[in-house]
């Protein structure tokens, strides 16, 4: 059975159609990966699964319809982590990961031991535990990332959202976050959806690919079949080459288009 | 041990730091006045110990001045939250407790009191302040709080209604010229004339309006990380936006009606709280009460005694306070937010 | 304060009475105060005769007991201090308010009628306090401390002044030499209205409250109905409408068309404005009004103007002699 299925979801902003009836699933504990050029409406899918947009369509989590939940009850199971996520300035790591239990309190609630507990486990998983008393602002970008993970993982989620996780990281931390991700998933059958532009990256962990271009799915599959030379050609109007890494996963490699003919008159002093 | 790493000071320390600065505001204020009550007596009749104090002093002291500080410091706490809590609604530092049309709504109210009511205004301008604050507040909200527009809509609209109902009081004062001076002399805020009566009065707005607002402390701290990441972690942000603007006006109304407009305490008491013990509302909120009752009661202390008898207007005090106050808080905020 | 200040709240402290006044449609038109004119039952009937205390009189605050002769008076307003001192009360006074400058010999202190402070009256141990006006809860404020105090408002009328004079008298002990005070002030207003004439339709006033703006009183006030007692008539009365409470704000352009005959100043004092009569006589287009023309811009005394207190025959001896020279 699928953990999150998608069936023919659309969503309109500002009466401009975004998504055309967009479905696709993906299993339990598994990755995946949404890929398509700019404006294709990754984001906006991201959103919609995490009840922050109105929808039509189907979202079913684990057999039950999202749509049914909202507020708290949805927040328990899904965990939304934006692109450029808000970090107030003089809160602490310790005081930012401890909102991830906001799901878990009641309205009038206060978070108590076990909301602790959790908080700090979280910290511990991302290795930012050592950073608890000081500010977000005195952090790191890598740093950062990885907080707000603690947070999202705080919230002891089913389903793990992140929208461009490693957009902002050079590329030790993006390995960094990536192989922690891909940990949680594989240690805690989470299951993660995520928007991924590095092709490569989303071919090395994401087990599933569903490339989106103007609002619709252009082709979802295992990332063999998702990351061809024609189809990225077509959908991003780009020139690749596609290989494989030792592990079998497709390594997209950009070509420069050959340079163009020299002019007929020759540069001065050239023979 | 008294502060952390980060510099704050640890929770219970500032609750310590809070407590004694009250207690000692409300001391002074005890000892000092025009009447020239000798300090020693005046401690022993506090404490119920036989004192020196005749019949005519004691009731200047139980009569007079402890009501004016138990009112003092009750407005003080009431402006303190409120401007604390529309901080953390509208993730803004520069929001005062008079946002949202409170204060030009109140000050409004008044005035129709005195210019229309005669003989019956100076008696109803209490209600009518109350009631002009929430009716402004009231207007500023359904006009601004566009559902999922966030906060900026309803902070502009709360500007645009403040100035749009200054601009009635305006022009109701320029055609009756002869109120002017008891609608201004409201207008700057006084605490004179303060007495157990009004404390009463306003002791069950001021429960309810508190406690609503102290329960959402954890709440404005979701709402920190703005709107969006606040849903999805469950919270409704225009739900609890809604119910702490209620209850922040309310608190602000309830000031307003036995004081007048005293200005800068809902802006700078807040930020002096989190300079010293860090930016969470579960914390800022309760110290603020206790910071601002003490504040207030300094400053109503000077003003009464600085050129006495007559009085400095307490709105006077507060912005001669405030204003540098505010101004090296901004300067030092600066700095920092690299 | 200054005695601009002092005379400006004065004035706007009638105008609120006036408007009072005028809004309690089906109030009788005297102030309460009034109704203590009347016959000795309102004496306590356990007053032995010559014995004048305990006394109840009815104040503008309403029924106030008074239950000995009071030796520690404090007054908050000018027109009460001097009513103190005309009466003979003078040595029971231990303060009066800084607008209190007449007489010269009475304890001026820093307390202000305007913004009462209740420690600092409080610290005068008063057994009697009078103030025109109960600002800042002062009435409650001193009945919780155990002091009687009496509100003696503006006067609206000269009947509410003498019976000001004649509630101090009461509230003081003196109440023989109030009712003489009474009597002399009437004979010589009856006097100067006799030699004067009451009877000048053809005369017509401009009473100058303030300049820039120019604040006038119609008829109906205080003022109005004194110098009424001459038969003039008020340039301002067309120009009142129901909220100014008969202090209506006059437009030059009105003023100089409706060309007065005399023109009152009663902000002609260097405190009080300056407008002087020669100020006057400069102003641009003012030197159309017959008033200026023949030099019938009177300078009063400011401080008396804007008073209903013993020394309104020098106010109306000033009237009478504006009114002779215009006359006659």
């Known amino acids: 059975m699928n953990a999150i299925t998608i069936d023919g979801l659309t969503v309109d902003l500002d009466r401009v159609r975004i998504l055309h009836a967009v479905s696709c699933a993906v299993s339990p504990g598994g990755w995946l990966a949404l890929i398509g050029p700019n404006g294709a409406g990754k984001t906006t899918l991201?959103?919609?699964?995490?009840?922050?947009?109105?929808?039509?369509?189907?979202?079913?989590?684990?057999?039950?319809?999202?749509?049914?939940l909202r507020g708290r009850g949805r927040a328990r199971l899904i965990a939304y982590v934006p692109q450029i996520?808000?970090?107030?300035?003089?809160?602490?790591?310790?005081?930012?990961?401890?909102?991830?239990?906001?799901?878990h309190l009641g309205y009038l609630g206060s978070p108590g031991r076990t909301d602790q507990q959790r908080a700090a486990e979280a910290s511990q998983r991302l290795d930012v535990a050592r950073f608890a008393g000081r500010r977000l602002a005195s952090l790191s970008g890598g740093e950062r990332q990885r907080v707000v993970l603690a947070r999202a993982l705080a919230q002891d989620p089913r389903v793990l959202l992140l929208d461009e996780p490693t957009s902002q990281l050079d590329i030790g931390h993006q390995q960094q976050v990536l192989e922690l991700v891909d940990d949680l998933r594989r240690s805690r059958g989470v299951t993660v959806v995520s928007t991924l532009h590095d092709l490569t990256q989303a071919s090395q962990y994401a087990g599933h690919l569903v490339l989106l271009s103007d609002g619709r799915v252009q082709a979802a599959g295992p990332p063999p079949a998702v990351l061809t030379q024609d189809l990225i050609a077509r959908v991003y109007a780009a020139r690749v080459t596609v290989t494989a890494d030792p592990a079998g996963h497709p390594v997209v490699t950009p070509q420069r288009p050959p340079p163009a003919p020299p002019a007929t008159s020759a540069p001065p002093g050239a023979s | 041990m008294i502060r952390t790493r980060g510099g704050r000071l640890r929770p219970a320390w500032a609750y310590g730091v809070a407590v004694a600065f009250l207690a000692a505001a409300t001391l002074v204020s005890a000892l000092v006045g025009a009447a020239d009550l000798n300090p020693l007596d005046t401690v022993a009749a506090l404490v119920h110990l036989p004192s020196g104090l005749d019949q005519l002093d004691r009731a200047v002291l139980f009569q007079i001045r402890l009501p004016r500080i138990v009112v003092g410091m009750m407005v003080g706490g009431l402006l303190s939250v409120a401007g604390a809590g529309y901080q953390g609604v509208f993730r803004n530092p520069l929001v005062d407790s008079g946002m949202l049309g409170a204060s030009s709504?109140?000050?409004?109210?008044?005035?129709?009191?005195?210019?229309?009511?005669?003989?019956?205004?100076?008696?109803?301008?209490?209600?009518?302040?109350?009631?002009?604050?929430?009716?402004?507040?009231?207007?500023?909200?359904l006009s601004g709080a566009v559902g999922g527009s966030g906060t900026a809509t309803l902070l502009l609209a709360g500007v645009a209604v403040g100035l749009f109902l200054t601009a009635v009081q305006t022009y109701i004062l320029q055609r009756s010229a002869q109120d002017l001076q008891q609608v201004y002399s409201w207008l700057l805020g006084s605490l004179s004339g303060a007495t157990w009566q009004q404390a009463a009065e306003i002791l069950p707005y001021a429960a309810v309006s508190v406690t609503v607002v102290l329960l959402h402390g954890r709440h404005l701290d979701v709402l920190s990380v703005g709107d969006e990441e606040a849903r999805a972690l469950g919270l409704h942000p225009g739900r609890v936006r809604l119910v702490v603007v209620a209850a922040c006006a309310l608190a602000a109304a309830s000031a307003v009606a036995v004081s007048g407009l005293i200005g800068f305490v809902g802006i700078v008491v807040p930020h002096v709280v989190r300079r010293l013990?860090?930016?969470?509302?579960?914390?800022?909120?309760?110290l603020s009460l206790l910071a601002g009752a003490g504040f207030l009661v300094l400053a109503d202390t000077l003003a009464r005694t600085v050129v006495s008898p007559a009085e400095l207007p307490i709105g006077v005090v507060t912005a001669l306070i405030g204003s540098p106050v505010f101004i090296w808080i901004l300067r030092s905020t600066a700095a920092v937010r690299t | 304060m200054t005695p601009l200040a002092g005379k400006l709240a004065a004035v706007i402290a009638v105008a609120a009475t006036a408007a009072l006044a005028g809004c309690a449609s089906a109030a009788p038109s005297a102030t309460p105060s009034a109704t203590s004119t009347s016959s000795p039952a309102t004496r306590s009937p356990a007053a032995a005769a010559g014995s004048q205390f305990p006394v109840t009189l009815t104040a503008a605050n309403g029924p106030v007991t008074i239950k000995a002769r009071p030796a520690r008076i404090v007054s908050l307003a000018p027109t009460a201090t001097e009513d103190l001192y005309a009466v003979g009360a003078g040595p029971q006074v231990v303060a009066v308010d800084q607008d209190s400058d007449y007489p010269a010999t009475a304890p001026m202190t820093k307390l202000s009628g305007l913004t009462p402070n209740l420690e600092a009256i409080a610290k005068y141990q008063p057994d009697l306090v009078i103030s025109y006006q109960n600002a800042n809860g002062l009435v409650s404020g001193l009945t919780k401390l155990g002091i009687p105090v009496l509100i003696e408002p503006a006067a609206a009328t000269l009947d509410d002044a003498y019976a000001q004079i004649d509630q101090i008298g009461r509230a003081t002990g003196h109440l023989a030499q109030a009712q003489r005070t009474v009597s002399s002030m009437k004979a010589q207003i009856a006097g100067y209205v006799r030699r004067a004439g009451s009877s000048h339709p053809d005369l017509t006033y401009y009473w100058e409250l303030t300049a820039n703006p120019y604040y006038s009183v119609t008829s109906s006030t205080f003022i109005g109905q004194i110098v009424g007692l001459f038969g003039l008539k008020n340039i301002a009365n067309a120009?009142?409408?129901?909220?100014?409470?008969?202090?209506p704000e006059l437009s030059e352009e009105y003023i100089v068309k409706a060309q007065p005959q005399i023109i009152f100043l009663a902000d002609n004092q260097a405190a009080d404005g300056g407008q002087s009569p020669a100020v006057v006589a400069k102003r641009p287009g003012w030197s159309a009004i017959p008033a200026v023309k023949n030099h019938e811009v009177i300078g009063l005394n400011d401080d008396i103007a804007s008073r209903w207190g013993p020394r309104l025959p020098q106010l109306v001896a000033e009237i009478a002699q504006a009114v002779e020279r215009a006359s006659g």
């Not at chain 1, 959103?47 to 039509?56: F, K, S």
């Not at chain 2, 109803?124 to 500023?140: D, E, H, K």
Request: no cysteine; net charge negative; charged share 10%.
């Open chain 1, 85 to 103: 996520p808000v970090l107030p300035p003089d809160l602490t790591v310790q005081e930012y990961v401890l909102l991830g239990r906001t799901p």
């Open chain 2, 105 to 141: 709504g109140a000050g409004l109210g008044a005035t129709l009191a005195i210019v229309y009511l005669g003989s019956a205004g100076p008696a109803a301008v209490p209600v009518a302040a109350f009631a002009g604050s929430l009716a402004g507040v009231a207007i500023a909200y």
């Open chain 2, 277 to 286: 013990a860090g930016p969470s509302y579960r914390l800022v909120l309760p």
């Open chain 3, 239 to 247: 120009a009142d409408k129901a909220s100014d409470g008969g202090y």
């Open chain 1, 46 to 68: 991201l959103r919609a699964v995490a009840g922050l947009l109105p929808y039509r369509g189907a979202i079913v989590l684990d057999g039950a319809d999202l749509g049914a």
